[in-house]
């Protein structure tokens, strides 16, 4: 086994012991009644280490599927993790109360990324109250007002191609969206003076977000160290852009103003640090998982004709409609570019599994037709990145094919409520799903209207060292300058 896959191993096996550290679970046994339903099957992990080793993780993790079913435990030596395959078995993680099963500590990484002032660094009715501000910002009605400014940021960036080049397509793509983030998020004080700066800074929040930091994310490693000096000097670009309108009384329409405007139940105003910690928090959603999607659906378009062409045929007929216009009615229309990117998000998720701890016990009924009762104390994990390849959802799992999401099919929607969960569901679906979709369709629908493209570097692989998988390596690509002609 090569160095690559020792090191994917190893943090495969840390995945499980995350809840060890991470959540501080009391090793006092839960005062559990005796129930008429059986408990689901148990796995010891220190029975799983060979087939770590062998196998990795997933293999692993689809083995136990395939021996167990939807739903089986592994047994840390103490604390337990639950796993639960498939959308029938997924209603109450997805919408079950908080005060029945939450974040827990999982989310404790998130803290020194963006603050103790925000999300899981404060209470849950705060938190509350914050995530309602994002939401506003970016409820759909506030979309339509992003499509011009994106689209700008778009074409200006993409402009400074040639007509005709080598791109590592990879880097081209995270700039733009870093680029898009700030237009849209951040006021034009810091994107004419300090961009370059924020983007480096943010690249530094990213790497803060790896295994190792998942388990131990105090422990003061120099990503760690990095990633908080970072955080430090992100807060005092925003506090001093927040601090200068506030007493020049300057008003602007962008995201920070309406999130200086925001106002909690009591009446109370946000503060510099709460602004700036949801800002870090939209731009790191905004930008991170969307770079790595946009990435991926880039690699699986260029490998692919048929959908690569079919997606261009679709921009002639749009723009042709829309009188060359890229409207947000228009991108609404781009259904077939939108399974694209979906069907990329699928097969290559930024988001491997997603995790809650049960603070009340409850039941799961599987597809076979068994029950099982969850205990409270037990930790939940769906494993996304096995749910969107599970055969009897989708067809032909393992195979790019974006027509699995149209109209003819829906196999997301026939497979199940909760049969595509990458931007989460129910209770806790990501607010900022639209504005994902609305950056990367922007950006590939601008990109197949004016360029001839073609991936000249080999298909890469995930890098499994990072909590989303993120293409290794550059993602060579050449292109040719070119326009679609009006039909």
Request: aromatic share 10%.
């Amino acid at each position: 086994m090569g160095m690559l896959e020792t090191r994917a191993t190893w943090l495969a096996i840390a995945i499980f012991f995350i809840t060890v550290v991470a959540t501080k679970i009391s090793r006092r046994k839960s005062n559990v009644h005796p129930s008429s339903t059986p408990l689901p099957p148990v796995v010891n992990v220190l029975t799983l280490l060979p087939s770590f080793f062998n196998n990795g993780f997933w293999v692993t993790i689809n083995d136990l599927y395939t021996r167990f079913g939807a739903v089986f435990t592994v047994n840390l030596l103490g604390p337990k993790i639950t796993l639960l395959v498939g959308p029938e078995v997924s209603t109450h993680f997805f919408q079950g109360l908080e005060s029945e099963i939450s974040f827990g500590n999982f989310a404790e990484v998130t803290i020194p990324l963006f603050g103790q002032e925000v999300l899981y660094g404060v209470d849950p009715a705060t938190r509350n109250e914050q995530v309602n501000f994002i939401v506003d910002v970016l409820e759909p009605s506030k979309m339509r007002s992003l499509v011009d400014p994106i689209f700008h940021e778009v074409e200006t960036f993409f402009a400074k191609w040639g007509q005709d080049g080598t791109v590592d397509l990879k880097h081209e793509l995270e700039h733009v969206l870093m680029f898009i983030s700030c237009r849209c998020l951040l006021g034009y004080e810091i994107q004419e003076t300090m961009l370059e700066e924020v983007y480096s800074l943010f690249h530094e929040l990213e790497n803060g977000l790896n295994y190792f930091s998942y388990l131990f994310p105090y422990m003061p490693t120099p990503t760690n160290c990095r990633r908080d000096k970072a955080h430090i000097r992100l807060k005092e670009i925003f506090s001093t852009t927040i601090r200068s309108r506030r007493s020049s009384g300057r008003v602007e329409d962008d995201v920070m103003q309406r999130l200086m405007n925001s106002k909690y139940k009591d009446g109370r105003s946000t503060t510099e640090a709460e602004i700036s910690g949801i800002i870090m928090a939209l731009i790191f959603a905004g930008k991170h998982p969307s770079s790595s999607s946009s990435i991926w659906a880039g690699a699986f378009m260029l490998s692919n004709t048929k959908f690569l062409m079919a997606a261009v045929e679709e921009q002639k007929h749009i723009i042709s409609k829309y009188d060359n216009q890229v409207s947000y009615t228009a991108l609404l229309e781009m259904d077939t570019l939108h399974s694209c990117i979906k069907e990329a998000i699928r097969m290559r998720t930024p988001s491997q599994m997603l995790t809650r701890k049960a603070h009340k016990k409850f039941k799961v009924h599987t597809q076979e037709g068994k029950e099982y009762h969850i205990p409270a104390g037990h930790n939940i994990v769906i494993p996304t990145a096995l749910n969107n390849k599970l055969a009897h959802v989708y067809s032909d799992p393992h195979v790019y094919d974006p027509d699995r999401f149209g109209s003819a099919r829906h196999e997301d929607k026939v497979g199940g409520k909760f049969s595509f969960t990458t931007f989460g569901g129910g209770r806790h679906m990501c607010p900022g799903m639209s504005f994902a979709y609305l950056q990367m369709k922007l950006i590939w629908s601008h990109l197949l209207r004016n360029f001839d493209l073609k991936l000249i570097s080999p298909f890469p692989d995930a890098d499994l060292s990072m909590l989303g998988q993120e293409p290794k390596g550059k993602l060579m690509v050449s292109y040719k300058r070119r326009r679609l002609p009006c039909s």
